[in-house]
């Protein structure tokens, strides 16, 4: 599945030191004024997995492949940007091309670091980036609508489902709450995603605190953990200059740097997570001599559909597949201990994949 995270905020809220971090490179120039960041810099990253090592040294695979996630470094939205202040457009609509979003709220004091705003105000700034969402919304919303009309006077069932859709989207965008607010029904579910709306995608909230509050976080990220949990989100802290450095050192120095921060593990692992967890996902392995591979699902997938993400082929000729529970494949030393032990089963087409299943596929060419 090709997952895509925008990074969004505020110019100089440290998206591209974030971006840079997460990437491991300094694709992204990180300077101290608005609009660094002209294009998009995109980066596919590893989604940290413990559970894959594990199996990898259990079945003595040559190879570790990770699931991966894609961050996008969009430049910073400025008061104004549906109107086209700053750059504008350009920048909803590398929004619009992701599955999710990362707001990062500048929750550091520094001095020599321009604020955009001219104060510091993590609230207030995702209220800025959320009304110019919510505008860019509208302004789609409405643009759509007189010809969806036309097309629905013409007796065309898709154009009335879409404007009574977009009726739906449009009352709570008027009344200043992001679309997300108005869920549709499940019969819906698909016309409501072919809307494009901004402020229907998920949204994870990033507090970029200074270093010494990466372990605990300060007052001001504390506002947007209450944010979050009043919005329904997620909320993570974590410090982008610091994360900036560990990316620089090898990997047998990291732990020793974490460690002298109190940090168990880098804020961009955690960050990964949440954002791999705010799409929905789930995770399946597989594990043998050549490699060990984690998959991704979405929540609810079945067999076939598990196996079709490796192969279509996989999917069109399923027979059954041969399935383990992760703490079975561990406790038993493996496919070979866990059929021993009777923990591997035989699933069929209607099975649901649960998180952590190590899967081997039967199939009809």
Not at 130 to 143: G, K
Not at 241 to 250: G, N, P, R
Not at 293 to 303: E, H, K, Q
Request: negative net charge.
């Amino acid at each position: 599945m090709a997952l895509k995270v925008a990074i969004v905020g505020l110019p100089n809220v440290g998206k591209s030191t974030l971006f840079n971090a997460l990437t491991q490179t300094a694709a992204a120039q990180a300077a101290n004024y608005p609009f660094c960041t002209i294009e998009p810099n995109v980066g596919e990253v590893a989604v940290p997995e413990a559970r894959l090592e594990n199996l990898a040294r259990i079945a003595s695979s040559k190879e570790i492949i990770p699931a991966r996630i894609t961050f996008v470094d969009v430049a910073g939205l400025v008061r104004g940007a549906a109107q086209g202040e700053g750059l504008g457009n350009q920048f909803l609509a590398n929004i619009r091309d992701c599955d999710a979003m990362a707001f990062v709220a500048r929750c550091f004091e520094d001095d020599d670091v321009t604020h955009v705003e001219g104060r510091l105000d993590p609230l207030d700034d995702l209220d800025i980036i959320e009304t110019e969402l919510m505008i860019a919304d509208m302004e789609s919303l409405e643009r759509r609508a007189p010809a969806l009309e036309k097309r629905a006077k013409g007796q065309d069932k898709e154009a009335a489902v879409t404007l009574r859709l977009i009726a739906r989207a449009l009352e709570p965008l008027r009344d200043g709450r992001p679309a997300r607010t108005a869920a549709p029904s499940e019969d819906d579910a698909r016309a409501w995603r072919m809307l494009q709306l901004l402020t229907t995608k998920p949204a994870l909230y990033v507090c970029n605190v200074e270093e010494g509050s990466a372990q605990t976080g300060n007052a001001l990220s504390e506002a947007v953990a209450s944010r979050a949990r009043r919005d329904g989100a997620k909320s993570v802290v974590i410090s982008a200059k610091i994360e900036s450095e560990i990316a620089l050192l090898q990997p047998d120095e990291r732990l020793e740097f974490l460690e002298t921060l109190g940090l168990a593990e880098p804020g961009l692992n955690r960050l990964i997570r949440e954002a791999y967890n705010l799409l929905g996902l789930r995770t399946f392995f597989t594990a043998g001599p050549k490699e060990a591979r984690a998959w991704t699902i979405p929540a609810g997938a079945t067999a076939p559909q598990a196996a079709g993400v490796i192969h279509t082929d996989f999917e069109k000729g399923f027979i059954r597949a041969e399935t383990i529970a992760y703490d079975d494949y561990m406790q038993f030393g493996g496919e070979s201990g866990a059929r021993e032990a009777g923990r591997l089963r035989a699933e069929g087409r209607d099975y649901v994949v649960r998180d952590g299943d190590v899967m081997n596929f039967r199939f009809n060419v």
